[in-house]
Each structure stands twice: as C-alpha cells, then as structure tokens.
C-alpha cells in the first residue's frame, strides 16, 4: 500500500490550497480514506475523513472551509481548504483503513492503517 499527497505550500492567510492523495496496492474504494494534520509540539489530528460510502466528516476548526472527495476511478483522494488560518499550518497526512463507516468518522489516528509521508502547509498571517 502507497499513499502520495502533494500540493502542500505556504500562502497567505484567506487563500486556498488543494492537497491531493493517490493510492496504490490496495482497493481503494473499499477504504476509508482521511486526511490529518500535525503541527508542531502537537499530536496528530483528523481534519476531515470519508467513508467507502462517501460519508464526510469534519474536524470543528475546518468545518465550512474544507472539503474532502475522493475520485475512486483515479485513486485519488483530494481536500480543498479555503480561507485558511495561520493555525492552519501543519504536517498534512493522508491515510487509510479498512474499517466502518462509524469508525471512519471518529477521525481517530489510531485506527488508520496505512500513512503517507506528509505535505507542509505553511499559512502566514
């Protein structure tokens, strides 16, 4: 199992960014896919997850800025973030699981199985 994000950068505070994950070795659709954030000093957290059935989940802090999707035809898994914060910044993970929907939504580091290397987002005020 791969996982590869990109499209980690540094902008300023309000703009937007669009990570992308594309997974390999495994069933891709089956999964629960999930993308979350670790910023310096601090533990790993959910932002955002999505069920083999499509059922999103949302941390608080981003609830109405970000979106994730998932193209399962592509093995892509996406989050659009805008208007983005200076809290923002963090080490952006994707990762995934084969577990239920209800799991799949606690958002839970733990119970993810398979982990990509990262992407930075850096936000400036």
């Known amino acids: 199992v791969q996982l590869v994000e990109s499209g980690g950068g540094s902008v300023q505070a309000g703009g937007s960014l669009r990570l992308s994950c594309v997974a390999s070795g495994y069933t891709y659709s089956h999964y629960c896919m999930g993308w979350f954030r670790q910023a310096p000093g601090k533990e790993r957290e959910g932002v955002a997850t999505i069920s083999a059935g499509d059922s999103t989940t949302y941390a608080e802090a981003v609830k109405g800025r970000f979106t994730i999707t998932r193209d399962n035809t592509e093995n892509t898994l996406y989050l659009q973030m805008n208007g983005l914060k200076p809290e923002d910044t963090a080490m952006y993970y994707c990762?995934?699981?084969?577990?239920?929907?209800?799991?799949?939504?606690?958002?839970?580091?733990?119970?993810?199985?398979?982990w990509g290397e990262g992407t930075l987002v850096t936000i400036s005020s």
């Open positions: 990762a995934a699981a084969d577990i239920y929907s209800f799991t799949c939504a606690r958002q839970r580091p733990s119970d993810m199985n398979y």
